[in-house]
């Protein structure tokens, strides 16, 4: 790192003064509000990895084993405990100060910084081989900061650093779709399900408002959080298409099931999708 933590403050998102349906600010204000929000690291509890992180790390070991890592948007530290003991520098960012304040607590050792993924400009060029964003991290943001963030990703690479992120993928059939009420025999059960199901109906509806189709990509709602949070979503031809703008090389997408897709293989049952891109 060049110098100290950076703090959230540094971002450079755009202005937030009037909330506007559709507009990035307004994305950006709901989202942070939901990450910022007291005891919003008690929805992320699990300490493993999924199918196609899983898939990724071991095929693209070498660009993390003994080398250097930048974990973005860390949350309580899920990938912390795979990355940290291999890689020879892993230091890990979130802009939720509770999220940080987890790590530091159940993670001690590890380098953890509050910072906000728009703004790397406390590290310096290439000071990282590997960029991970796991779980639609830079889905939270608006389509012009996901840009800046990718450039930002690539000048933090090596020559031969690897970026790995998922992102909502826009093709699937669930996209933006609504909750679904489940049922149960169980007459408390049931309506645990359907308070839950009217507490996100209600978010589906509030968010929703702001739901965006554009052409290269859509912002929608989606299970996390309720359907309170409002994502970026694209399919993977785009996406490849950004990559290639930003300087990065697309190597790999991997679906949800842990397939490597070929430019013919069908996405429609894949919620997210995880690239792993080389910085061209
Ligand atoms: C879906 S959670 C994923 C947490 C963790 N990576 C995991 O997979 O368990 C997204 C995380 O990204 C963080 N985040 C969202 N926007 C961010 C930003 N602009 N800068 C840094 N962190 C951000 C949130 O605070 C949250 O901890």
Redesign the pocket.
Known sequence: MSSGPAA?GG?R?EPAAEPRPGSSATQ?EI??RI??ARG?AAA?R?KLLDRPETLALLRYQHGFFGRNVL?????????AGFLQPLARRYVC????QE?VDHVREALPGIEVHL????DLSPWGAAEFDFVF?????FD??SHA?RLR?LGEARRVLSADGLLAFSSHNRRCRTAGKGPRLTYSRNPVTQARHVIEYLRRRLNHLRVGRLHRDEDEYALLSDT?HDYALLHYYIDRDRQQRQLDAAGFRLLEVIDSDGRSLREADGDASSPSLLYVAARK
């Open positions: 959230s971002i998102a950006d989202n942070s990450y910022h919003v992320y699990s974990d973005i948007g860390i949350g309580t530290g899920r990938t960012i979130d802009y939720s999220m910072a906000d993924m728009r964003a796991p779980n639609n991290v939270a943001v900061d963030i996390g």
